[in-house]
């Protein structure tokens, strides 16, 4: 039996639903989206004739009336960021859910995908889950588990998690039109639960006292080329001099350096820099809002600034 569908939806993986759900008899009761969104969400809503509200209108209780009143049975939220108000997640005759982008209960809140990396984590998930007022802490209805790879970054997790979220989504959908009770849900261990926010570790700065792994993990955890990064590029201090890397990759060769100094410069214009239980390449970094070969910034034995020096830094910059 078809449904009677709401969307609140954003960016590419949005703009793939929408587009999914128009070839099926389901109706499509409205789309809530961010005004131009850049994915072109909203324009392919209005192209068919759909209703389309701002994002940010679930967060309104009234808006619970519209909801009901249109006869919606389920509520489909995909990298939609409010926090839908509980007389929306009522409204919906079936529910509201959230195709989250890493597992729970233990990468709720944002950014899981480069939370993931930054913790060095082998295995990943996207997950379908109930909405509940707490943040991604509802019952889950599905998830797909794969593989994080050495040379992953936060863009390719994040595509493979919109990939196979947006089959959980079609599946669940499918599932209810033909028996609702065949939809089953998995309720979440609290006690596992951690909430990850929106800022970057170590407000963004490599900590030279990190371990090598780690901070080439944390280059991987920024990485989302050629879009913009949510956490940017990790910074660095060199005496009184702020600049990001943009490109960095793990070294072959031992430390036998002190962490963060410049240990050689390469004819391919990177630097190799000594780090703990390791060193790396950094190949590209931001210097006043422009890209250079790090061997034409950088200097042999010079070193960036650690650990002791970042809460001063933080408070001047």
Known sequence: MP?????????????????????????????????????????????????????????????????????????????????????????????????????????AGLNAPSWAIFNGETRHAVTLHRMVPAIDAGPVAAEEAFPIGPDDTALSVYTRCAKFGLLLVARLVDRYAEDPASVHHRNLDPAGRRVYGRKPPNGGWIDWDWPADTIANFARACAFGPFASPWGSPKLLLGDDMMAVTRLRRGDRPADAPPGTVVALNADGSALVAARGGTLLLNQLLVDGRRHPAAGILAAGCRFAGASDFAETRRVA
């Open 3 to 107: 449904l009677t569908l709401f969307l609140a939806v954003e960016e590419a993986a949005g703009l793939q639903l929408l587009q999914a759900l128009l070839r099926t008899p389901h109706r499509i009761a409205g789309v809530a989206v961010t005004p131009g969104d850049p994915a072109g969400v909203e324009r392919l809503a209005l192209r068919h004739g759909l209703a389309v509200w701002p994002a940010s209108l679930v967060k309104d209780p009234a808006f619970a009336d519209t909801i009901r009143a249109a006869g919606v049975d389920l509520l489909l939220n995909v990298h939609s960021l409010h926090v839908v108000c509980p007389q929306v997640l009522e409204a919906p005759r079936l529910g509201a859910y959230n195709l989250h982008p890493g597992p729970l209960p233990h990468y």
